[in-house]
Structure formats: C-alpha cells, structure tokens
C-alpha cells in the first residue's frame, strides 16, 4: 500500500473532485455523497484515509476512493482464504493502526483508544469481530466516524463478516494510555 501520496497532501490543498464521492460525514459516521467537480479542502492526510471540508462539513475518503481525489486509489486490505488465526487477529490491528481520529495524528491504537479486540467464530462459521474502545473525552463525537472506518477496513478481509464496536468510558482515557510515538508526534513529553 502506498501511503506516501497520502502523506504527501497538504493541509489547507484545495482539490477538485474528479468523481462522485462516498465519504464518511464527521462526526454522523453516516455515508454521504459528495459531487464531482466539488471542491474540497484537506484537512488531515493520515494512514489510508484523507479529512476533507467541504461547506463547511468535515467528511472522511477511504484509500480505495483516493482517485476521487485525483491519487491513486490504495486497494482495499485484504488477507488470502487460507490466512492463519494469528494472520487474522494481526490483520485486524493493523488495520485499527490506520485509523485516525479525524483531528488527531495518531492512529488510535498508538493513542491508546482501543482497549481491546476480540475475534470469535460463530456456529455459522462467520467471525465476528469485537472492538472495545474509548474516546478521548466521552462528550468526543468522532466515535461513530472512528467505529465507520475500522468496520470498512477490518471488513476487507474475507474471513471476517462482521465487525462490532463498543464504545466504553471505563476505564477513563488519559493521556498514560499513548504510545511513546503518540506522546512523541503530539509534543506531550
């Protein structure tokens, strides 16, 4: 997956829209469609996603939409059909490490936002995956916008048919939960 391009946006870059656009609005977790040849502006380029505003709302475009953007779409992750238990449980936390809250730089394991994941197979053979999460503040509305993108992401692999998120306040974040990276990448050392 090149994340480079991604990287390479600019805060504040002003982008025509080449294609119509599914895009997660912020902080709904709802999908909208945003019009060809709309004009958008970056705000946070993060992991395989891109933040953009767009009047006066804040919407989330998924890696496998960058071509909207007029960057090469990032194919949607994957795992192989014969990928092991650990490829799968693996699979999933690197893809919660390319969630971003939209206002924050750091991936929300390195942030200390998930608590914890848990992947069962049900007497139908499918694999439900469990994400225990937090937010940074529980009055934080990016919950349902974090909850859309790590479902759309962990639902890429074709072993995984569902995905659950549960948003829990207890224990209380706090800034002891980051990653020496996180704390790093947001001067809070």
């Not at 809250?101 to 750091?106: A, G, L, N, Q, S």
């Not at 919950?143 to 859309?148: P, Q």
Request: glycine share 8%; proline share 6%; with cysteine.
């Amino acid at each position: 997956m090149d994340l480079e391009q991604v990287a390479s946006l600019e805060r504040g870059q002003q982008l025509p829209l080449q294609r119509d656009v599914d895009a997660i609005a912020i902080p709904f977790g709802s999908t909208e469609t945003l019009a060809e040849d709309s004009v958008v502006s970056v705000m946070q380029a993060k992991g395989s996603t891109v933040s953009v505003g767009f009047e006066g709302r804040l919407y989330l475009i998924e890696g496998s939409n960058l071509d909207a953007l007029g960057l090469e779409p990032l194919p949607r992750p994957t795992l192989p059909e014969t990928a092991s238990e650990q490829e799968i449980e693996q699979f999933v936390w690197d893809q919660l490490r390319t969630c971003f809250d939209p206002e924050i730089p750091v991936n929300i394991v390195d942030l200390g936002l998930v608590y914890g994941c848990r992947i069962e197979r049900l007497i139908s053979g499918e694999r439900l995956v469990t994400i225990r999460m937090t937010l940074t503040a529980p009055g934080c509305g990016m919950g349902d916008v974090i909850a859309a993108d790590a479902r759309n992401k962990i639902l890429g692999a074709p072993q995984i048919s569902k995905v659950h998120t549960e948003i829990v306040f207890s224990p209380p974040w706090s800034r002891d939960m980051m990653s020496d990276e996180a704390k790093l990448e947001l001067g809070m050392f």
